[in-house]
């Protein structure tokens, strides 16, 4: 989420964000074009030519060819983008560990102490 939030290049935010929306509706577009094409291709074995049938057999196969590699291809940039935000934008946070020697307003003195060396205060 960090990632979508980035003020970063909002052409990759603008990519993921095109593809997502393509990806929703080509699926089910693409789900409903080869079962109708199967669809035809039974009828027109059963009823009439196979030339037909064999046909719209392949124009399935070319479709679900042409997604899946659309897909692969798409998930694959998007992760390799993803990666090397993470790897050139990286979040540290120090977490102090709490201690059971240590009663809670000590500790509560030491998370202070972290606070203020993070706002460049000395500590005295």
């Known amino acids: 989420m960090q990632w979508l939030r980035n003020p970063g290049p909002q052409h990759e935010k603008r990519t993921l964000f ?14 409903i074009s080869g079962w109708l094409c199967l669809r035809g291709a039974v009828d027109h074995l059963h009823f009439s030519s196979r030339l037909e049938a064999v046909g719209l057999i392949a124009l399935t196969v070319a479709l679900f060819t042409i997604y899946l590699f659309w897909t692969l291809v798409s998930f694959r940039y998007h992760c390799r983008l ?43």
Do not use: H
């Open 82 to 124: 993803y990666n090397e935000w993470r790897r050139t934008n990286q979040r540290v946070m120090l977490l102090i560990p709490k201690s059971a020697n240590i009663p809670s307003n000590q500790q509560s003195l030491l998370g202070l102490q972290s606070l203020k060396r993070n706002s460049k205060e000395t500590i005295v």
């Open 18 to 31: 095109g593809d997502m929306v393509c990806f929703l509706f080509i699926t089910p577009l693409a789900t």
